[in-house]
């Protein structure tokens, strides 16, 4: 379970989150909405600790990551995270892209992480591109590899930061079922998006951020049919 | 213009000989400027400005003086310096190598600020500490993207080590400048030394492109 306590965030002067508190169970997924420049982002690579709170705390199965004490390398690595813009390693075929990682860090051999990278691949139906390079792949192709890196680690939770917003109309579905698949194995997942329809369908909860605040936190079905509060009414009306 | 080649014939050996010293002191000295350029990148980029600060200084120096002028303190010097005189190859390897190590430093740093700030992401968000995720993700890509410039500063090495002259070593220009001396004609043996280095440079080029081919088989 995820438990985050009062966060704030500032770069310099400027308060990017002003105290944001809410937990996110053990295979629960929540999608992270809200206007941009609302803070999303930043609370989700908070998780991560790519971001280092400014304060506040966030718990991870009862561990305080944002204890001086705390491994952040450990941390992560129980932790995936899967970026707008892919981020492959473009100089390693898709799967060193996976095996990387597991060999580095986990210390298992080659062949072991071969063979979940290869299984991984499978699940995100890029068996055939194992050997292609990234340059070789389109967007889509490239961001069910990043998924499949991240999982290659074999975390508990899955961060998703705008997974779809740099992919053409076309190839935002291919991703959007690995992750709805995904769901359905149980994973913990947190995912900042723009893509409502997926939200509604795929989430158990809905964060609403503006403004740095945690404006809303409810069901989707609630959220999308009845909001509370203006803010998310005047976003709404935008989006759909 | 009366050029009279066939008399240097039987010196052409002599001259050729030379290639040999001449590559010895460019391939020491290119290997320490190498790595003592990557060494200098990292304190550059290190969040402990006090390194940062040696190594600016350094590079300072280094590009502030010419390489002639450093070339002689150092074999000049060292008697004052260590308490015996090193040899003049050596003089020339530490002077070269000290003085490219400045320039090297510079363009691996541009280098490493060049690879997108993601790819550091990435591997921090998989776990991966700072000193494998250097090595294995942010260098190669760096140095695929600063090979010609690399490339570049081993080339201008190589022409520049014929200022070992002045401290008598005898390489390719040395003992061209030897052999016109002989003779008292300057003019063939030189001509003749330039020919070499062009050629030595031409194989380094053929070199760097095959290696940058190389490289770029992920794109």
């Not at chain 2, 050729?16 to 990292?42: D, E, P, R, W, Y």
């Not at chain 2, 400005?49 to 390489?67: E, M, N, Q």
Request: hydrophobic share 45%; with cysteine; net charge positive.
């Amino acid at each position: 379970m995820i438990k985050v306590e009062n966060l704030h965030k500032h770069f310099g002067k400027l308060e990017v989150l002003k105290g944001i508190s809410t937990n996110i169970q053990d295979g629960e997924v929540v999608a992270v909405i809200g206007p941009s420049g609302s803070g999303k982002s930043t609370f989700l690579r908070c998780i991560n600790l790519l971001e280092m709170p400014t304060d506040g705390r966030i718990m991870i199965n009862g561990q305080d990551i944002t204890d001086k004490s705390t491994n952040i390398m450990k941390v992560r690595q129980n932790v995936g995270m899967v970026f707008q813009h892919f981020h492959l390693f473009p100089h390693k075929t898709a799967l060193q892209n996976l095996t990387y990682a597991p060999m580095k860090v986990k210390g298992i051999s080659k062949s072991e992480a071969e063979k979940i990278g290869l299984g991984l691949l499978e699940k995100v139906g890029l068996s055939a591109k194992a050997h292609e390079y990234p340059n070789r792949l389109s967007g889509g192709q490239k961001q069910r590899v990043a998924i499949a890196r991240a999982l290659a680690m074999q975390p508990e939770v899955m961060l998703f930061d705008e997974p779809t917003s740099a992919l053409d109309p076309e190839m935002v579905k291919e991703v959007l079922d690995v992750m709805k698949n995904l769901a359905h194995t149980g994973m913990t997942m947190a995912i900042v998006t723009h893509e409502m329809g997926f939200a509604r369908e795929v989430a158990d909860r809905v964060l609403f951020l503006d403004g740095g605040v945690l404006v809303e936190d409810s069901s989707p079905e609630e959220f999308f049919s009845n909001p509370k509060s203006e803010r998310a009414k005047d976003f709404l009306q935008k989006m759909l | 213009m009366n050029l009279d080649f066939q008399q240097f014939i039987p010196s052409l050996p002599y001259i050729l000989k030379g290639i040999g010293v001449t590559l010895q002191i460019v391939s020491m000295a290119g290997i320490l400027g190498f790595v003592l350029g990557i060494i200098l990148s990292f304190f550059k980029i290190s969040k402990f400005k006090f390194l940062g600060w040696i190594a600016d200084a350094y590079t300072s120096v280094f590009r502030g003086t010419p390489l002639v002028l450093q070339l002689m303190l150092i074999y000049y010097g060292s008697p004052q310096l260590i308490g015996y005189k090193i040899d003049p190859s050596t003089a020339a390897v530490l002077s070269f190598g000290l003085n490219s190590a400045a320039y090297i430093s510079e363009i691996i740093r541009a280098g490493i600020l060049a690879v997108d700030k993601g790819q550091s992401e990435a591997a921090m968000a998989l776990g991966v500490p700072y000193r494998p995720a250097m090595m294995d993700i942010i260098l190669p890509q760096a140095m695929k993207n600063i090979l010609p410039a690399l490339m570049n500063e081993f080339i201008t090495l190589t022409k520049e080590s014929a200022i070992v002259t002045v401290i008598g070593v005898t390489d390719v220009m040395r003992r061209a400048y030897i052999v016109g001396g002989e003779k008292f004609s300057y003019f063939e043996p030189i001509l003749i030394a330039g020919l070499i280095y062009y050629m030595m440079v031409m194989v380094l080029t053929v070199l760097g492109k095959g290696i940058e081919r190389r490289m770029r088989r992920s794109d």
